[in-house]
C-alpha cells in the first residue's frame, strides 16, 4: 500500500479489508482477532497509528516503530498461530507522524486460530466475529479447494465410467469443438491427456464424477448430489404443490448437466435479431447467461461437502446453490480476469466443449442478465454455500394477481389460494384447455383441479362457455358499482 493509497483510505469510511488501530506504544490486544480474520476470509491491511472515531480517522502515529515491528514479527512467527503466517510491513510518514501498515494476505491453510480453534475469527463487512462451530468446520474442508477432485481414486480405472456418458461428451467435442490431437484418440489416452484418469489408468475424482456410473460415483462420492426442482410460486410454503418438477437422480455431472439445460432452455425469452449480414435469428443471450450460471455450479461446487448443491425455479426468480465458498468475495471477482474453479479438471471439459466463458469472465456474464432483462442478479457468498440468484422478468404469481384484479373484485382475488390463482394464469394463456391438462401443469390430481375450478366459477371468476369438450373457459370482468 502506497501513501497515497493508505491516505485514500483513511478519507473514506473503514472497509471490509481495512481495519485501523491506535497502538501508541503497544500493539493493541485485539490485533490477533483480525489477523486470524484477515487470514480465514479474502486477506487485508491493518493500520496501526490511526484512530476512528465514527467515520473520521485520526492519525496519531506510533512512538516506537521498531518495538512494535519486533514485536509483531515475534509474534506471528511464533507458536502464537496454529501456522506460521505470512505478511509484509511498512512505514509510512503522515501529517509528520509514523504510522505501520501491515498486509495479511488469505492463507491457504485455514482455519488460522490463536491458542485453540476457539480463537478463530472471520470478517463480516469491518468488523471482526468469532467463527462458529459450523464456520469452522467448513473452513477445515475447504482446505481441499481445487485439490481433492484433482486426486487419483485408488483401484479405479476406466471401467467404471459410463462410456455412454464418455462417447456422448466426446461426440459433443467434435460437433462443436473440433480438437483434432483428441479426436482420434483411444479412449484410455483421451482420459489421459484431460485428466480424466491417471497415467496409470486410476481415475480422478473428477473424472469419476463427469463420467462414472451412477452407483460407482456414489460409492467413492457419497454426498454427491446435483438437484433440480421446478417450485410453483415465489417460496416452498406458498406453493399450491412442493414442486411441478424435479429431475431423477442422475448418473454423473454430464448426464445432469444435459437434463437441466434442456429445462433452463424453458424459462426464458429468445426472440429474434438480426445479425450482421441481416439473418433473423435467435437471441440466445439470456440463455447463455443460464448456461454460464448452471455450469459454473458445476465446476465450483464442493462435491465433498454434505450441503445439498441444486437449482430452484421459483416463479419470480431462479436460485443457484452450490456447497462451498468463493476463493474470494464475488464482488471483488466482478470485472477483474481472476478464475480459479474448486474442480479444474471439470472445468477444463466444460471449457473445451465451449460450455463455459475463460479466465474470469463467468461473473460478468452473470452481471449482465440485468442488462439484458431489467432484473437484478445477487451472489451470495457464504462460508459453507454460494448462492446466486437471477430474478426472472415476469412472475406468474404477480401477473395473475395483477391482471385478474383489473378483471375481479379485488377482496375476493386476495382470497384465493396460490393454485386458484396459477389455474387462472393458465386459463388466460388457453382458455380452451381442459381440467385434466391443467392437472398435468399442476401436477395435481383433475379431482383438485374440478374443485378449484368450481370454487371460482361460484365466485363468478370463471364461467364455462359451451359443453366440456369444444367449450372454453371464459374469465368474468367485475361490475362497475
Given at each position: 500500500?502506497?501513501?497515497?493509497e493508505?491516505?485514500?483510505?483513511?478519507?473514506?469510511?473503514?472497509?471490509?479489508?481495512?481495519?485501523?488501530?491506535?497502538?501508541?506504544?503497544?500493539?493493541?490486544?485485539?490485533?490477533?482477532?483480525?489477523?486470524?480474520?484477515?487470514?480465514?476470509?479474502?486477506?487485508?491491511?491493518?493500520?496501526?497509528?490511526?484512530?476512528?472515531?465514527?467515520?473520521?480517522?485520526?492519525?496519531?502515529?506510533?512512538?516506537?516503530?521498531?518495538?512494535?515491528?519486533?514485536?509483531?514479527?515475534?509474534?506471528?512467527?511464533?507458536?502464537?498461530?496454529?501456522?506460521?503466517?505470512?505478511?509484509?510491513?511498512?512505514?509510512?510518514?503522515?501529517?509528520?507522524?509514523?504510522?505501520?501498515?501491515?498486509?495479511?494476505?488469505?492463507?491457504?491453510?485455514?482455519?488460522?486460530?490463536?491458542?485453540?480453534p476457539?480463537?478463530?475469527?472471520?470478517?463480516?463487512?469491518?468488523?471482526?466475529?468469532?467463527a462458529t462451530?459450523?464456520?469452522?468446520?467448513?473452513?477445515?474442508?475447504?482446505?481441499s479447494?481445487?485439490?481433492?477432485?484433482?486426486?487419483?481414486?485408488?483401484?479405479?480405472?476406466?471401467?467404471?465410467?459410463?462410456?455412454?456418458?464418455?462417447?456422448?461428451y466426446?461426440?459433443?467435442?467434435?460437433?462443436?469443438?473440433?480438437?483434432?490431437?483428441?479426436?482420434?484418440?483411444?479412449?484410455?489416452?483421451?482420459?489421459?491427456?484431460l485428466?480424466?484418469?491417471?497415467?496409470?489408468?486410476?481415475?480422478?475424482?473428477?473424472?469419476?464424477?463427469?463420467?462414472?456410473?451412477?452407483?460407482?460415483?456414489?460409492?467413492?462420492?457419497?454426498?454427491?448430489?446435483m438437484?433440480?426442482?421446478?417450485?410453483?410460486?415465489?417460496?416452498?410454503?406458498?406453493?399450491?404443490?412442493?414442486y411441478?418438477?424435479?429431475?431423477?437422480?442422475?448418473?454423473?455431472?454430464?448426464?445432469?448437466?444435459?437434463?437441466?439445460?434442456?429445462?433452463?432452455?424453458?424459462l426464458?425469452?429468445?426472440?429474434?435479431?438480426?445479425?450482421?449480414?441481416?439473418?433473423?435469428?435467435?437471441?440466445?443471450?439470456?440463455?447463455?447467461v443460464?448456461?454460464?450460471?448452471?455450469?459454473?455450479?458445476?465446476?465450483?461446487?464442493?462435491?465433498?461437502?454434505?450441503?445439498?448443491?441444486?437449482?430452484?425455479?421459483?416463479?419470480?426468480?431462479?436460485?443457484?446453490?452450490?456447497?462451498?465458498?468463493?476463493?474470494?468475495?464475488?464482488?471483488?471477482?466482478?470485472?477483474?480476469?481472476?478464475?480459479?474453479?474448486r474442480?479444474?479438471?471439470?472445468?477444463?471439459?466444460?471449457?473445451?466443449?465451449?460450455?463455459?466463458?475463460?479466465?474470469?469472465?463467468?461473473?460478468?456474464?452473470?452481471?449482465?442478465?440485468?442488462?439484458?432483462?431489467?432484473?437484478?442478479v445477487?451472489?451470495?457468498?457464504?462460508?459453507?454455500?454460494?448462492?446466486?440468484?437471477?430474478?426472472?422478468?415476469?412472475?406468474?404469481?404477480?401477473?395473475?394477481?395483477?391482471?385478474?384484479?383489473?378483471?375481479?373484485?379485488?377482496?375476493?382475488?386476495?382470497?384465493?389460494?396460490?393454485?386458484?390463482?396459477?389455474?387462472?394464469?393458465?386459463?388466460?394463456?388457453?382458455?380452451?384447455?381442459?381440467?385434466?391438462?391443467?392437472?398435468?401443469?399442476?401436477?395435481?390430481?383433475?379431482?383438485?383441479?374440478?374443485?378449484?375450478l368450481?370454487?371460482?366459477k361460484?365466485?363468478?371468476?370463471l364461467?364455462?362457455?359451451?359443453?366440456?369438450?369444444?367449450?372454453?373457459?371464459?374469465?368474468?370482468?367485475?361490475?362497475?358499482?
Amino acid at each position: 500500500m502506497t501513501k497515497e493509497e493508505l491516505i485514500g483510505r483513511l478519507q473514506d469510511i473503514e472497509w471490509d479489508d481495512f481495519e485501523v488501530k491506535e497502538a501508541k506504544s503497544a500493539l493493541p490486544k485485539n490485533i490477533w482477532e483480525t489477523v486470524s480474520a484477515f487470514a480465514n476470509t479474502s486477506g487485508g491491511w491493518i493500520v496501526l497509528g490511526v484512530k476512528q472515531n465514527g467515520k473520521v480517522f485520526e492519525i496519531q502515529g506510533v512512538e516506537n516503530v521498531e518495538k512494535l515491528e519486533q514485536d509483531f514479527v515475534g509474534a506471528v512467527r511464533s507458536q502464537k498461530f496454529n501456522i506460521r503466517l505470512s505478511f509484509s510491513m511498512k512505514r509510512h510518514v503522515v501529517e509528520g507522524k509514523n504510522v505501520l501498515t501491515i498486509h495479511i494476505p488469505s492463507s491457504v491453510q485455514k482455519p488460522v486460530y490463536f491458542g485453540n480453534p476457539v480463537n478463530s475469527f472471520i470478517r463480516i463487512g469491518s468488523g471482526d466475529q468469532r467463527a462458529t462451530e459450523n464456520e469452522i468446520m467448513a473452513m477445515y474442508h475447504d482446505q481441499s479447494f481445487g485439490v481433492r477432485s484433482e486426486l487419483s481414486v485408488p483401484g479405479t480405472s476406466l471401467s467404471l465410467l459410463d462410456m455412454d456418458s464418455l462417447h456422448g461428451y466426446r461426440n459433443y467435442l467434435k460437433s462443436f469443438n473440433v480438437l483434432t490431437a483428441y479426436s482420434d484418440l483411444a479412449d484410455i489416452d483421451f482420459c489421459r491427456r484431460l485428466a480424466i484418469c491417471s497415467d496409470d489408468g486410476e481415475l480422478t475424482y473428477s473424472g469419476l464424477l463427469m463420467f462414472g456410473k451412477g452407483e460407482e460415483v456414489l460409492r467413492y462420492v457419497p454426498t454427491f448430489c446435483m438437484d433440480y426442482i421446478e417450485i410453483p410460486g415465489r417460496s416452498v410454503a406458498e406453493a399450491a404443490t412442493r414442486y411441478s418438477y424435479r429431475i431423477p437422480e442422475q448418473e454423473n455431472l454430464w448426464e445432469a448437466y444435459q437434463v437441466v439445460i434442456r429445462r433452463l432452455l424453458t424459462l426464458v425469452d429468445r426472440p429474434f435479431r438480426m445479425n450482421s449480414l441481416g439473418v433473423a435469428e435467435d437471441d440466445n443471450r439470456q440463455f447463455e447467461v443460464l448456461r454460464e450460471a448452471w455450469v459454473n455450479m458445476l465446476m465450483h461446487t464442493d462435491h465433498f461437502s454434505p450441503v445439498r448443491s441444486g437449482i430452484r425455479v421459483f416463479t419470480d426468480r431462479i436460485e443457484f446453490m452450490n456447497a462451498g465458498t468463493f476463493p474470494i468475495p464475488p464482488e471483488r471477482l466482478y470485472g477483474t480476469l481472476y478464475s480459479s474453479a474448486r474442480n479444474p479438471t471439470i472445468a477444463k471439459l466444460f471449457r473445451f466443449a465451449k460450455l463455459s466463458e475463460n479466465v474470469g469472465f463467468g461473473i460478468s456474464k452473470l452481471m449482465s442478465w440485468k442488462e439484458l432483462t431489467g432484473n437484478e442478479v445477487t451472489i451470495r457468498s457464504e462460508r459453507d454455500y454460494v448462492l446466486v440468484i437471477l430474478y426472472l422478468k415476469s412472475d406468474v404469481v404477480e401477473n395473475v394477481v395483477e391482471n385478474v384484479v383489473e378483471n375481479v373484485v379485488e377482496n375476493v382475488v386476495e382470497n384465493l389460494t396460490e393454485r386458484q390463482k396459477i389455474i387462472i394464469s393458465i386459463i388466460k394463456d388457453n382458455n380452451s384447455i381442459s381440467a385434466a391438462q391443467i392437472s398435468t401443469r399442476l401436477s395435481a390430481t383433475i379431482r383438485t383441479v374440478q374443485r378449484d375450478l368450481t370454487k371460482l366459477k361460484s365466485l363468478n371468476i370463471l364461467r364455462r362457455v359451451g359443453p366440456d369438450k369444444g367449450g372454453y373457459w371464459e374469465i368474468m370482468e367485475s361490475k362497475e358499482e
